[in-house]
């Protein structure tokens, strides 16, 4: 089932999200723009951390035209699988689209992540959101439609900044990233301008 709209879901102008019921099985879809408010539907998204060869993370601040969140500093990338499409490739096509990168190797470290978040401004976040460590060698480009700032950082940086200051950060962000350090999960060697090292930059 699809939920009604003003666009088909073939009209490629049109995003669409994929609806999901209590055992996380696809049930039906819906535009993005008409997904979000006060009882959001659970549906299914994904988030990605970019660490580059220096063991960093790469930060963005939600553009402020952003609907859910504007303005606060987040993981690398997050978006939706369009109906149809593999989580995987939908990771692939966000960070292609968001930030202008191809990843070296993208790998899976939170596959049932979900969770429910309310905005400041009465907005639910309702997502079935599997986790994604990329690695990359080259720059972002990022969209400014996407993201207002963006920045390496270090791993424990990002990490203390989201526990001593939650407020600043996505909600979807501080409890993956308290979830990525339990397990030890992001790949950050020791190296100049790695994690504690000189060139590292702390959100804010």
């Known amino acids: 089932m699809s939920a009604p709209g003003r666009a088909a879901p073939g009209d490629p102008s049109a995003e669409w999200v994929v609806l999901l019921d209590d055992d996380h099985r696809p049930c039906g879809s819906m535009l993005k723009s008409e997904v979000h408010g006060a009882e959001t539907p659970l549906h299914l998204a994904f988030s990605v951390y970019v660490l580059n ?5 790469l930060v963005t601040r939600r553009a402020l035209g952003k609907r859910t969140w504007p303005g606060v500093w987040t993981n690398s990338c997050c978006g939706h699988p369009r109906p149809g499409e593999e989580v995987p ?4 096509r966000g960070l292609r689209q968001e930030l202008g990168l191809t990843p070296l190797t993208m790998s ?6 979900s969770y429910r978040a309310v905005s400041a401004e009465g907005l639910v976040e309702n997502e079935l959101c599997p986790v994604f460590l990329a690695h990359v060698d080259t720059e972002p480009a990022v ?10 950082v270090a791993w424990p940086v990002f990490h203390e900044a989201t526990r ?9 962000s501080v409890a993956q990233t308290q979830l990525l350090d339990a397990l030890d999960a992001p790949d950050a060697p020791d190296a100049p301008g790695g994690p504690g090292g000189p060139g590292a930059a702390e959100p804010g």
């Open 143 to 152: 969209d400014p439609s996407e993201a207002d700032e963006w920045r390496w």
């Open 164 to 172: 001593l200051v939650p407020w600043a950060f996505s909600p979807w």
């Open 108 to 113: 899976l470290a939170l596959p049932d992540f």
């Open 53 to 57: 060869a220096a063991g960093q993370l």
């Open 89 to 92: 490739a939908a990771a692939r």
